[in-house]
């Protein structure tokens, strides 16, 4: 029988090597946590002395801590992430996040330090990255290091209900239901990002699709646009990693 914790900490290894797969983070930046359910405590990506990137991520490193960082083996053998306060914070404010990914992928990065604005420029091409336009992409305008708890406050303040945060000259934060869920929009996102660098970079004004149009796009459900995403990710990662 499976363990679900077990599952839980897997995903988040799984999670980790998929962002890195595709671009979303290099080398050793970036992390990501999952609440563990019905509790004040998390998995999250640590680093040990090993530390070898987000891409080749293992279990061991995915380690159990309450939202204020304290867990077993933490300091000589596992270190937290610099900027842990970010899902600590978040757990502790929002009751309905489960999982929270800290990344620093470029071209979001590129676009927030151009000023472009995120627009529905899209369509059936990707609606639930177009709809993330749509909802509006709050950008956090400072870029220090969020190293401590009353840093994260007016990032939470101005995410208010959305579930990605641009942080200008520095990366992104993006929460979900669940690990699935908030790996798939956090690839939707630099998707959005990298169609919107592209089309600034064409020297043409991107311009939104018609509303007509926004209102003939269906919701497909959590299955189509997140579970068999994460799914064909998955599948991707195991065939790379058996060249
Ligand atoms: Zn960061």
Known sequence: MTDPLRELQEKIVLACRILAMEGLVKDILGHVSARIPDSNEMWIRCRSPEEEGLRY??????????????????????????????????????????????????????????????????????????????????VFARSFLMTRPEMVAPMIHIMGEKRVCLMRGHGITVIGETVEEATVRA???????????????????????????????????????????WR????????????
């Open 187 to 229: 690839l939707n996102f630099d998707l959005l990002a990298r169609m919107t660098l592209q089309v600034a970079q064409t020297g043409r004004k991107a311009r939104a699709i018609d509303q007509e149009d926004i209102q003939e796009l269906p919701d497909l459900g959590s299955t189509f646009n997140d579970l068999w995403v």
């Open 57 to 138: 991520t293992n279990t061991d490193v995915i380690r159990r801590v309450d939202f204020d960082g304290k867990g077993p083996l933490l300091g000589e053998n596992y270190q937290l992430p610099n900027e842990f306060a970010i899902h600590g914070e978040i757990y502790k404010s929002r009751l309905d996040v489960g999982c929270v990914i800290h990344a620093h992928p470029e071209a979001a990065l590129i676009c927030g330090i151009a000023d472009l604005e995120f627009q529905p420029i899209f369509g059936a091409f990707n609606i639930p990255a177009m709809r993330l336009a749509l909802q509006g992409i709050p």
């Open 232 to 243: 064909y990710y998955v599948k991707k990662l195991q065939d790379e990693d058996c060249r």
